[in-house]
């Protein structure tokens, strides 16, 4: 680096991602020939479906290797607009609809179209370790108002409602959430909506819930953010691809940001995104099928070990547990368990003050591995 070279501030305020490097620190342990039982990502294990792969290889045969719309492809923003009509029964206009490089993508340009230099954006805590490093890098100020887990993660819009400043721009709402996954009630979400500040809602794992469907923002007001996707419910999570709906008049500007920011979203992604809203309800059944189980065992064979889960899954596939009476600080547990035990683990801290001394399990992986990382638990926490 040139010595006169100066990092921003902002760039510099961005913390590590503490689940990606337990995860780099493990494939450098399989690189030296250790078996790691990953369960610190939300990387589904699941190949995606079928139609997915049959999309994919007719737009590369056909030559859909350009530019697309910036906006992205007219016939992909009319089916996202039919998924809202047919799941939550709202009507969206395709206009409204931006596709985006995965729902990180459509963050950022929020990011970029709210924030001016000291603003700030309040988050759940605990919440998505990425949260607070995009409101940095856009050079605000995240501010965090807490969810307890005796409330099942509920938001408090009267603790809320006290934390809007002069400068607060947004409020972020994730449900079904990373890494409680809780999922708000619609009553919550009505009660969030009459705050006086936009809402943004990241609703990347919907369609991935155990009980009830979750409510969508959409339902309960027009004027909001939503952020969706095709990573967490098809298994598309190297395709980065996901939307963006807007209220119709932030639309130009959030184009306009779009041309100059990403140029367009990928291609051949966007023909496999169709596909899967078009033919894959099936393999995401059967996904969701497996993930039940996989949580029942997870749930069960983490208590049995003495992890305190005070709120169980309702969604996503994630899993928050105690691990207090075992180390206070989460990210030396995570360290220990991984290199002693070859089990990758979320450090709790890495999503907010609120998580210390927990971990977050991902229950992404097979069953069988998930017995394999609790065999491997039980006989650590045995020595």
């Known amino acids: 680096m040139h010595p006169s070279t100066v990092i921003s501030t902002s760039a510099a305020s961005v913390a590590p991602f503490l689940a990606m490097t337990i995860m780099e620190r493990a494939q450098e342990l399989e690189r030296a020939g250790a078996d790691i039982v990953h369960l610190e990502v939300g990387e589904p294990d699941f190949d995606v479906p079928p139609a997915v792969q049959a999309a994919a290889t007719a737009a590369l045969a056909a030559g859909h290797t350009h530019y697309t719309h910036s906006l992205g ?108 996954a809780a999922i708000q009630s619609r009553e919550s979400l009505e009660r969030l909506a009459s705050l006086p500040i936009p809402v943004i809602s990241d609703e990347i794992y919907h369609g991935l819930e155990y009980g009830a469907p979750a409510t969508s923002m959409l339902q309960v007001t027009d004027r909001c953010f939503v952020l969706d996707g095709f990573s967490k419910r098809y298994a598309m999570t190297g395709w980065r691809i996901g939307w963006l709906v807007a209220p119709a008049d932030y639309v130009p500007i959030l184009q306009r940001l779009q041309q100059n920011l990403f140029i367009c979203p990928p291609s051949v992604a966007q023909h496999a995104a169709l596909a899967a809203l078009q033919g894959a309800d099936l393999d995401v059944a059967r996904m969701l099928t497996a993930y039940r189980k996989r949580r029942d065992v997870l749930v069960g064979g983490l208590r049995r070990l003495g992890f305190g889960i005070a709120a169980e899954p309702m969604g996503a596939y994630y899993l928050l547990a105690d691990a207090r009476h075992l180390d206070p600080d989460s990210v030396r547990l995570a360290r220990r368990l991984l290199e002693e035990a070859h089990v990758g683990v979320a450090p709790g801290v890495d999503f907010g003050s609120a998580a210390e001394g927990h971990l977050r399990f991902s229950f992404a992986s097979g069953l069988e591995r998930i017995h394999e990382g609790l065999r491997r638990l039980e006989l650590w926490l045995g020595r």
């Open 73 to 180: 492809l007219w016939s992909l923003r009319k089916a996202i607009a039919g998924h809202y009509q047919a799941r939550y029964d709202v009507t969206v206009a395709p206009e409204r609809i931006l596709v985006t490089t995965g729902t990180s993508g459509g963050l950022a340009l929020l990011m970029a179209l709210l924030l001016n230099p000291g603003d700030e954006v309040l988050l759940p805590n605990p919440g998505y370790a990425c949260y607070p490093n995009f409101v940095r890098a856009f050079h605000g100020m995240p501010r965090f108002f807490e969810i307890a887990a005796e409330r099942e993660y509920q938001y408090d819009s009267d603790l809320i409602a006290r934390e809007i400043m002069a400068c607060t721009r947004a409020l972020m709402v994730n449900s079904p959430a990373n890494p409680t």
